[in-house]
């Protein structure tokens, strides 16, 4: 595809039940990131992959949160047990270089939790 | 840690006025400095660049220059149109990092 896609673009979810959220990076990119985007808040980093090697995960706030890239290029998202304060847009990167400012941003996808 | 602080929204002006926005970070050693757009239902852009201390990065008619005295990243346009109305997010990357650190975001509306 043109770009990085993400799915599904909306999702709400009960109090409790467990999340998937999919990325797509753009093919061949081996560097792959999600940051999370609460209302009115500017994006945070949650982790980043190189290949499908989670380098760093220090932005993920519980273990609740959980990400994998088995085959080095879809990417998901998985989020347990989910709580209100996870209402956000959860956004991915991805990049060819790991150059951090040659990251290209997914359209996102907004969880919302009741 | 490293943080980034941009002056408050929402921000409306007519068309062709000039738009500063605001943005100083804090961070140790020498990070690079960015400015990122999200227009309505479009992901986020990069607009413009600064690698080090006194670059000016440009595009699209903005600017910012990388005032290392002054911690600070300013986002500025002398004449501002109706296209330009988007979120902008200033952001920082350290030397050696990957992840980038983003400001709130500051929401811009230009009026005809």
């Known amino acids: 595809g043109a770009g990085v896609s993400q799915s599904p673009r909306y999702k709400v979810a009960k109090r409790g039940q467990d999340v998937a959220l999919r990325c797509d990076p753009i093919?061949?990119?081996?560097?792959l990131f999600w940051y999370q985007q609460a209302l009115g808040q500017g994006p945070e980093f949650l982790t980043y992959f190189q290949n499908e090697a989670q380098l760093d995960k220090s932005g993920l706030p519980s273990d609740r949160f959980f990400a994998e890239r088995p085959e080095g290029s879809v990417s998901t998202l998985k989020i347990q047990r989910t709580q209100q304060e996870d209402s956000a847009v959860y956004l991915c990167?991805?990049?060819?270089?790991?150059?951090?400012?040659?990251?290209?941003f997914g359209p996102g996808t907004r969880l919302t939790v009741t | 840690g490293d943080s980034v602080t941009q002056m408050e929204g929402p921000v409306t002006l007519s068309e062709e006025a000039f738009l500063t926005i605001n943005c100083t970070y804090t961070a140790t050693g020498y990070p690079s400095l960015f400015w990122y757009v999200q227009y309505p239902g479009e992901g986020l852009q990069l607009l413009l660049k600064a690698t080090k201390a006194d670059d000016k990065g440009s595009n699209k008619g903005f600017e910012a220059t990388y005032r290392k005295e002054t911690t600070s990243f300013h986002l500025e346009k002398g004449s501002v149109q109706v296209s330009d109305s988007a979120v902008y997010f200033c952001?920082?990357?350290?030397?050696?990092?990957?992840?980038?650190?983003f400001g709130q975001g500051t929401r811009l509306t230009i009026n005809p």
């Open positions: 990167a991805s990049s060819a270089t790991g150059i951090a400012y040659e990251q290209y």
């Open positions: 952001a920082l990357n350290k030397q050696g990092a990957q992840k980038l650190v």
């Open positions: 093919s061949g990119h081996v560097s």
